[in-house]
């Protein structure tokens, strides 16, 4: 097993648990008697899982409320938890959001704020964690990417390649940890309903048409799919058959022949893109 055993001092980060896949997997650690570090910007949401969970579970759920796009705030997370006398053993960086639409409309501030949140601050945290995982000898990482890793994707070219970024930053990491006592896990899901598509600004419609019906899978299977996946040890969860198949077919397909597919079916690219 990979998932180190809850004990009353140590505690499982899982950052964007205000929310959606962050919110369940919080549910499934907690079920399997983990304490837990609730981490997002809405503290009123971390408060009521929080509260959810210990009365649920009997386990110890701390609410540190942050915004993971700010440096500073991430380097405050290590002290935060030691002033709580909690050692972190599993760290889940799954915070994290899409823009949409053609990279020459993009807004700047959105753009980066996506990068910082979806990329800089899943190596800042596994930068500030791992090593104290390692010295013990105990410890796992859940790091959430998606399908989208698996190929390019206009129409969201920045949120592709972070999650790209997630995936192979995630396999290299666990390569380099084998046979320290620390596993790193990166999920890849597929469509999954959750307030993704509301924060990217997408229409019912629009999020229809980015996947088939039959690719959707539910959140809290996605969430049981990661925490196996995690306690089995395994490098990459992709959740459901339909995404697996899809992911490898995005891998190895030819990309001069997709990439003008996906920009034809995008909501945001497919009627003009230069426009
Ligand atoms: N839903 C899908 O179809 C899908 C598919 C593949 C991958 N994913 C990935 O799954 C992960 C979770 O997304 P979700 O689907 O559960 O969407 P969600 O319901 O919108 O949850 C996103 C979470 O990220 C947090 N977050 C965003 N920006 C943040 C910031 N600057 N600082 C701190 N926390 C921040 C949000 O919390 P606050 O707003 O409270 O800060 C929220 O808890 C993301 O990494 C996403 O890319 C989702």
């Not at 055993?5 to 896949?21: K, L, M, N, R």
């Not at 304490?35 to 540190?64: N, P």
């Not at 229409?203 to 690719?215: I, V």
Request: charged fraction near 20%; aromatic fraction near 4%.
């Amino acid at each position: 097993m990979a998932l180190p055993t809850p004990q009353a001092d140590t505690t499982a980060i899982v950052t964007g648990a205000s929310s959606g896949i962050g919110a369940e997997i919080a549910r499934e650690l907690a079920r399997r008697g983990h304490g837990l570090t609730l981490v997002a910007r809405r503290e009123d949401r971390l408060k009521a899982l929080a509260d959810e969970l210990a009365q649920a579970h009997s386990v110890r759920a701390e609410v540190i409320a942050a915004d993971l796009t700010d440096a500073g705030s991430r380097g405050e997370l290590p002290a935060q938890l030691a002033a709580r006398s909690l050692t972190p053993d599993i760290l889940v960086n799954n915070a994290g959001f899409t823009t949409m639409g053609a990279v020459q409309k993009a807004d700047r501030a959105a753009e980066l704020a996506m990068v910082r949140t979806n990329v800089e601050a899943v190596v800042d945290l596994c930068t500030l964690f791992v090593p104290g995982m390692v010295q013990r000898r105990r410890g796992a990482v859940l790091n959430t990417a998606s399908t989208a890793a698996f190929q390019p994707l206009p129409g969201q070219a920045g949120y592709g390649a972070s999650k790209a970024f997630v995936l192979s930053y995630g396999r290299a990491l666990g390569a380099e940890l084998r046979g320290t006592g620390v596993s790193v896990t990166t999920l890849c899901p597929g469509p999954v309903e959750t307030g993704f598509a509301e924060t990217a600004g997408m229409t019912d419609e629009e999020a229809g048409e980015t996947l088939p019906r039959f690719m959707w899978i539910p959140v809290g299977d996605v969430a049981r799919a990661a925490v196996e996946g995690l306690a089995a040890g395994r490098a990459v969860v992709i959740p459901g058959t339909a995404n697996r198949i899809g992911a490898g077919l995005g891998h190895l397909a030819p990309k001069a022949l997709l990439l003008p597919l996906m920009v034809k079916s995008h909501p945001r690219l497919k009627t003009d893109p230069t426009t």
